[in-house]
C-alpha cells in the first residue's frame, strides 16, 4: 500500500508518509514555507524559495532546522545533501543600514556536495562537485575546485577525495 501512494503521487521513497502528511499541515494548512514548492521540514525556514534552482535529488530544507535565505540566488547542482540545522545565507545586511540587504553573487553548490549538520554557507559562495562541509563548519570563500572536505571556521580544505573514486561512483550510481 505505501509503495502504491509513492508511486501514484510520486513521492519520494527515502522519507517515510508521515514526512508528507506533516509538511501537508504546516505547509499547507499552516502556510509556513507556503511559497516552497517541495515538502520540506516543518522546522525548516526558507526565504525567497523562487531563487533557488535545484537539481535532481535535491530538497533544501528537508532536515530539521535548516535556515536558507535565497534572496541573491541559490544554485545546488544534483543529489546534494544538506544536513540539519544548516544556513545557506545569500546576502548580507548593510553595514550602515540593517534594513537593507546587500546585493551579493548567488551561492553555487555543485554536484554530490554534502553540507554536515550545524554548517553556514556565506553570500557569494561557490563549491565544487563532491563538497563535504564537515559539521559546524563556516564556509566563508569558495572551494570551486570541488573534491575535497573542508571543515573549520573559517572553514579550509583538510582532505582531498579521489577524483577517480569519485567520478566512478557517480557513473555506476547515477548515470
Avoid at 31 to 43: E, I, K, M, R, V
Avoid at 47 to 63: E, F
Avoid at 106 to 134: E, H, Q, S, Y
Amino acid at each position: 500500500m505505501k509503495k502504491m501512494i509513492q508511486d501514484i503521487f510520486k513521492l519520494r521513497k527515502d522519507v517515510g508518509l508521515n514526512f508528507y502528511l506533516a509538511d501537508f499541515f504546516f505547509r499547507k494548512l499552516l502556510h509556513l514555507n507556503a511559497d516552497t514548492t517541495w515538502a520540506l521540514h516543518h522546522t525548516s525556514k526558507v526565504i525567497a524559495p523562487k531563487n533557488i534552482t535545484k537539481g535532481v535529488s535535491v530538497y533544501p530544507g528537508d532536515s530539521p532546522g535548516n535556515y536558507i535565505e535565497a534572496t541573491n540566488g541559490i544554485f545546488i547542482d544534483d543529489y546534494t545533501n544538506i544536513g540539519p540545522n544548516v544556513g545557506i545565507i545569500s546576502s548580507n545586511h548593510n553595514l550602515i543600514d540593517n534594513s537593507i540587504l546587500d546585493p551579493a553573487p548567488p551561492i553555487r553548490i555543485g554536484k554530490f556536495c554534502w553540507i554536515g549538520m550545524n554548517a553556514v554557507v556565506l553570500p557569494g559562495i561557490v563549491l565544487g562537485d563532491f563538497t563535504i562541509v564537515g559539521a559546524g563548519a563556516v564556509v566563508t570563500h569558495s572551494f570551486t575546485e570541488g573534491y575535497s572536505v573542508i571543515a573549520g571556521n573559517p572553514a579550509v580544505v583538510i582532505k582531498q577525495l579521489d577524483k577517480e573514486a569519485c567520478n566512478e561512483y557517480k557513473k555506476t550510481k547515477y548515470l
